[in-house]
């Protein structure tokens, strides 16, 4: 095997029993039609006797053990599939929140190093007929992006095709293309690997950027309970909302449906933060990772991609005001990007980015304030309803990986008509997590009264 | 709270993710006459209201992150009782393999360092209507013979008894007695703890002392696949059997009750070594912990207690001639330690235990042949049928600790007629673990060919 780029390796080396370095996805599925009592029995058995794997699923890290040796993948030859694909159940009474507190589980836990880096979980027993398929992958192999991508490329929008791979199959020729490692935030990564030592030089660079564009340098987010080392547990919730509420008021109040989006989590974490009594008077900042690719760019120039700082004006009481100020303060950001050279721009993702990587060092965090809050993902997802094997999908939520100094991470994705919300907590420093899910509703809402849609 | 001494602290520092150092116990309960569908529910819940707590159960590391800093425990005292005991459902078909399957799991993954050390799961979905409870702690809190013990004492032998404690709680006023760590394997770590750094000062003194009573060293262990490095994934198995068939095979032959237990196990070593194309030539040599106390000692008198070295005879294909060798290598064991003083036998004891300390450490196996090739526990257990708040105890199955070199354990107790049987592998190293329990069972039916009790 080649030797493992810095942007994998690093991963694996900032990896410990506190910040375990994976990603995850939360699949909910309607059976199909005329599905009998023995159709999760057979699909097991079925994906089981799959041969169908893409090659990312087979890696291992050469030298398991947590040594600074990690720079080799090696392949797994001989795979034990029924230790990485799992069977699991929910308790009575079988509801999505006993799933919610498996998954929670399930994303705490380290991935045995002596693999293939990966876990999948058939679940049965909820109550209300469906199944879950929860998923988790090391970032050194993909990050979420890329993990969401790769789960959407095992689903079909036909109900009537049942070839669709196993989550962590691939679909035939197609292959070669997905194993490039082109999503977002990996190439956002990547360039953090090339100035992995050189940060200082880098910033050097940045600064300059800005004063020659007379441009102001990023807010500065102030201290909340959000940043602080971490423990290891992880609480995760998640819920969907439909995309037309958003669209509805995007479109009334003249701002994008990203900034809707944004508006929703910056009212929900103001109201978690007022109940947990710990609201900064200073408003909190979000990085949010972008795309800034040209419509006319191959798939291949992943260059204009960035992360932006923005402003949650979470020191606003009024729904409509803290939505303007946030979409205000994306496209300042963006108008930023767009000023940059694509080097320029590159440094400056390359910058913020690198504040992610630093951070997760132990020890890091304790004295300097934030470079940001929180970081609040908004991936892609397919356009319509999407099915795998003839099973309806319901949701597909991502789990994200913590940092020290940062606790809490809200990524979300679109689906067909709906919007679905994955949040992932450190199970200490951020009580009460699934409350944000009502704070999400109850901000929706007066973003809909502000937008004057309800 | 007190300084940590160094035979707690070194299970904390020798842990790596390859190296879970808890100990764990599957319970399985048959549910009390009567018990209607929402048993498990109400048991869950009037469990989660309990404030019966046995004060280890509160203790965390002070300091969690894994540096030289493990020096005090330090007290939760907001214990989120929620995520320690946790609620968990077999899949399909809910056969003791589906338990065993999650068991295994359960016992691969590392607690968290930022709560107290110990995880109870109440597993519902066995098909045959029964409940299990499987339990782990971490071993720097409580060894594998408290832990055992201690689950022990939260039952009752009286059916109709109501009021036991939960699997974390402790009866009353005993409960000062029982927080004194006195079992057998915690007083040999001490012994190891007192000799930590001066190893060599103790080989010597040791070795003079065999020297002196001119007893032959104790035997040397051929290398195997059980003595390897190990991954992090385990595969857990658990069997009864009657000890009347044990007892009787022990009459006839004139052998004792744990000459014919270690006797099954090297029969069924012998099968799987076989099976897998890997018996050595020479006997397989297990570590066996035993109790060399005087009835007339008080419980406090820990020092009588030691570890032998047992030839399993593993290379002789005669069951009968295999039993007679385990047994005459157990007596000369015996008069070994009798021979010695009280010092020399703790002495004694403690190189042994210090090259278990010693192989805990990652890098050490590879080169040199291992001390014995597994350990072998026989825990004496409860008497008569066991009950706990009217739920009877079926079976309760030890789940072990493995090393580096060590991929193997085989833990039983006794449970009123019964032998309980818990065998702890290393998923990687040792394959298709569970094929030793049908082993086992022709071992134990051989045996009482050869004695001619069948």
Not at 243 to 256: C, D, M, N, Y
Request: with cysteine.
């Amino acid at each position: 095997m080649p030797m493992m780029p810095v942007t994998d390796s690093m991963f694996l080396m900032v990896e410990t029993r506190e910040h375990p370095m994976h990603v995850g996805g939360l699949q909910l599925f309607r059976k199909p039609d005329g599905a009998g009592e023995d159709y999760l029995r057979d699909l097991r058995r079925s994906l089981l006797e799959s041969d169908n794997m893409r090659g990312v699923f087979r890696r291992r890290p050469g030298t398991p053990v947590n040594t600074v040796g990690h720079l080799r993948w090696a392949v797994e030859r001989e795979l034990e599939l029924d230790y990485h694909f799992r069977h699991s159940a929910l308790p009575q009474p079988g509801r999505i929140r006993e799933l919610l507190e498996l998954t929670s589980r399930w994303h705490s836990t380290l991935l045995d190093r002596h693999r293939p880096l990966w876990e999948t979980h058939l679940i049965e027993g909820l109550r209300d007929g469906r199944f879950a398929i929860y998923s988790k992958i090391h970032h050194a192999l993909m990050d979420g992006v890329s993990a969401l991508r790769h789960l959407q490329g095992t689903l079909s929008d036909d109900p009537s095709d049942l070839d669709c791979p196993p989550p962590w199959g691939t679909r035939g020729q197609a292959a070669g293309n997905r194993e490039r490692r082109g999503s977002l935030l990996n190439t956002a990564g990547k360039t953090f690997g090339q100035f992995a030592g050189m940060a200082p030089a880098a910033a050097k660079v940045a600064r300059e950027a800005f004063r020659e564009h007379r441009l102001t340098l990023p807010m500065q987010a102030p201290r909340t309970m959000l940043n602080v080392p971490i423990g290891g547990a992880r609480r995760f919730a998640a819920q969907s909302w439909p995309l037309e509420r958003v669209r509805a008021i995007a479109s009334a109040s003249g701002t994008s449906r990203n900034d809707v989006v944004l508006a929703m989590c910056a009212g929900a974490l103001r109201d978690y933060l007022i109940e947990q009594s710990a609201l900064p008077d200073a408003p909190l900042v979000a990085m949010v990772p972008v795309s800034l690719r040209r419509r006319d760019a191959g798939e291949a120039s992943g260059n204009n991609i960035g992360a932006l700082l923005c402003n949650l004006a979470t020191d606003l009481a009024d729904p409509g005001d803290r939505l303007a100020e946030i979409s205000t303060s994306m496209s300042n950001g963006k108008k930023l990007f767009s000023q940059l050279s694509p080097l320029q721009t590159l440094l400056l993702s390359g910058i913020n980015v690198a504040q992610l990587g630093v951070s997760a060092v132990p020890g890091v965090v304790s004295n300097t304030r934030p470079p940001f809050n929180l970081v609040i993902s908004h991936v892609p997802g397919p356009r319509s309803q999407m099915y795998w094997n003839g099973a309806a999908l319901d949701g597909i939520y991502p789990a994200s990986v913590l940092l020290d100094g940062q606790a809490l991470n809200i990524t979300l994705t679109s689906n067909g008509d709906k919007l679905d919300f994955g949040i992932t907590g450190c199970r200490r420093s951020v009580p009460h997590l699934q409350r944000l899910l009502n704070h999400l509703d109850t901000a929706l809402a007066e973003l809909e009264g502000a937008a004057g849609v309800r």
